[in-house]
C-alpha cells in the first residue's frame, strides 16, 4: 500500500503545479511593471530637462524684451544714434520672434514625444495584459482537465478499495438466502 493518503498526493500535486503557474505569471507583471516604472521615469526625466530649457528660453526671452525696451527708450533720448540702434533692434526683434517661435515648437515636440511614448507604454501593457490573460486561461483549462483525471482516478481507486466489502456483502446475502431455503 503506497505510503500517505492518495487525496492528499493528488491536493497537492495540483497546488505545487498550479502555484508555479502563477509565480511565473507574477514575475512576468512585475518585470512589465518594473519597465514601465523604469520608463516613466525617463520621460519624467526627460520632459523635466525640456522644461528647464523652456524656462531659461522664457527667461532669455525676458530679458531680451526688456532689452528691446530699453533700446527703444534710448532711441527716444538720443537721436545722432537712432539708425544703429534702430538695426540692433530690428535684429532683437527677428531673435525674439525666432526664439519664441522654437520655443513653441519645442513644446509642440514634446508634447508629441510624450504623447507618442505613452501610447506605446499602454499598448505594450495591454498586449502583455492578454498575454497573462491568456496563459492564465490556458493553465486553468489544463487544470480542470488534471482535475478531472484525478477524480476519476480516485473514483476508481475508491471502487477498487470497496470492492472486497462489497463482495463479502454479496456473499453474506446469498448465504443468507440459502439459509431460509
Do not use: C, H, I
Not at 530699453?70 to 530690428?90: G, M, P
Amino acid at each position: 500500500m503506497p505510503e500517505g493518503n492518495p487525496t492528499e498526493a493528488a491536493r497537492r500535486l495540483t497546488e505545487a503545479f498550479g502555484e508555479s503557474y502563477r509565480k511565473v505569471m507574477q514575475e512576468a507583471v512585475d518585470a512589465q511593471q518594473r519597465n514601465f516604472r523604469l520608463a516613466q521615469e525617463w520621460a519624467e526625466g526627460v520632459v523635466g530637462v525640456l522644461e528647464s530649457q523652456a524656462e531659461a528660453t522664457r527667461a532669455l526671452t525676458r530679458a531680451m524684451e526688456s532689452y528691446v525696451r530699453v533700446v527703444e527708450e534710448a532711441l527716444r533720448s538720443q537721436e545722432r544714434t537712432n539708425r544703429a540702434l534702430s538695426e540692433n533692434l530690428e535684429a532683437y526683434r527677428e531673435t525674439v520672434e525666432r526664439v519664441s517661435g522654437l520655443q513653441e515648437k519645442n513644446a509642440e515636440l514634446t508634447e508629441q514625444l510624450m504623447g507618442g511614448f505613452s501610447a506605446e507604454l499602454r499598448e505594450q501593457l495591454e498586449g502583455s495584459r492578454r498575454l497573462f490573460e491568456s496563459l492564465m486561461e490556458g493553465s486553468g483549462t489544463q487544470m480542470e482537465a488534471f482535475q478531472e483525471v484525478l477524480a476519476g482516478a480516485m473514483e476508481s481507486y475508491v471502487r477498487l478499495l470497496n470492492a472486497p466489502l462489497a463482495l463479502y456483502q454479496k456473499n453474506l446475502e446469498a448465504m443468507g438466502g440459502k439459509g431460509e431455503e
